[in-house]
């Protein structure tokens, strides 16, 4: 028995008048052994405090997504913020997140420092910032296949060649 099984009994077990197949337990298995046991286990917690009935696959992997990835994101304006308090000093503190510091590098953190238009370059960043997260949170989405499809298929580009060819109205280098 797989560790995603043995985390998944205490799933099944939590909903005692739902009808589990065999087939439904595969399907689980199969789906959710991306994510690691422990914090499976934990998002299963979770599930069984707040949901009165047997979440879907796509509930626990949202679910997992906010507890291990999304309250670790800062929201666009705790981003700016120490964008701009950056802004003067002689020797940096690295970001706190790694995408703060592709936004910043999508404008320029020389650009950013100099610029006489603070409020511009705000919106400019937290725009790009928004992209970032979402672009992210599009690509995290996507299952292994789909994600070798894309690949196959359409060619994913770098995150920030993607984020320069929006900001520059879609043209391609």
Excluded: C
Excluded at 55 to 79: G, V, Y
Excluded at 121 to 128: N, P, T, V
Excluded at 150 to 172: F, T
């Amino acid at each position: 028995m797989s560790d995603t099984q043995v985390v998944l009994k205490s799933l099944f077990a939590a909903y005692p008048n739902t009808q589990v197949t065999p087939e439904t337990v595969i399907v689980y298995v199969e789906d959710l052994s991306d994510i690691p046991a422990d914090e499976l286990r934990a998002v299963i917690k979770q599930a069984r405090a707040q949901l009165k009935f047997l979440p879907t696959i796509a509930e626990l992997k949202s679910m997992h997504k906010l507890l291990i990835r999304d309250l670790a994101i800062p929201t666009a304006e705790q981003a700016w913020e120490e964008v701009r308090r950056s802004f003067g000093r002689i020797n940096r503190s690295p970001w706190s997140h790694p995408f703060i510091e592709e936004a910043v590098n999508v404008i320029g953190y020389r650009e950013l420092g100099m610029s006489e238009n603070q409020g511009n370059d705000m919106a400019r960043f937290l725009k790009i910032y928004a992209n970032l997260v979402e672009r992210k949170d599009q690509v995290a989405r996507l299952t292994p296949e789909a994600r070798q499809l894309a690949e196959r298929k359409v060619g994913m580009l770098s995150m920030n060649e993607s984020l320069k060819q929006l900001m520059n109205g879609g043209d391609h280098d």
